[in-house]
């Protein structure tokens, strides 16, 4: 049985919602590795440094970042009224998301499998 009405539930998990800034993107058509690689370099990062690493880091994974970093950015602006001077990433990470399977055909007959990996890529924001 629930504890309480249906309404005091909601109203004690909202109490204990997550209030910081962030952004996420699901189903981005990259490799969890791949990805990594550019979030490793700007965690802990202020945000104005971590822009200036991924606009001019050569992956293809760090243009997806920099759009996603930007959202961040406006979501702590907008919704949560934050000082973007002060802000830093405090959270970024990659999850291994759904795996699109294809095939190549190869010699005498046979077929070797491709999988085209996915990622979902969040990132949080704090005030320092």
Known sequence: MAKGHRSQIKRERNAQKDTRPS????????????????????????????????????????????????????????????NIDDLYVEECYANKGPTMKRIRARAQGRAYRIEKRMSHITIVLNER
């Open 23 to 82: 952004a996420k993107l699901s189903y981005a058509r990259m490799s969890v590795q791949k990805a990594c690689f550019v979030l490793d370099a700007i965690r802990g990062k202020d945000v104005k440094t971590a822009l200036a690493i991924v606009m001019y880091n050569p992956r293809y994974a760090s243009s997806v970042i920099e759009k996603l970093l930007k959202s961040a950015i406006a979501n702590a602006e907008n919704n949560n009224g934050m």
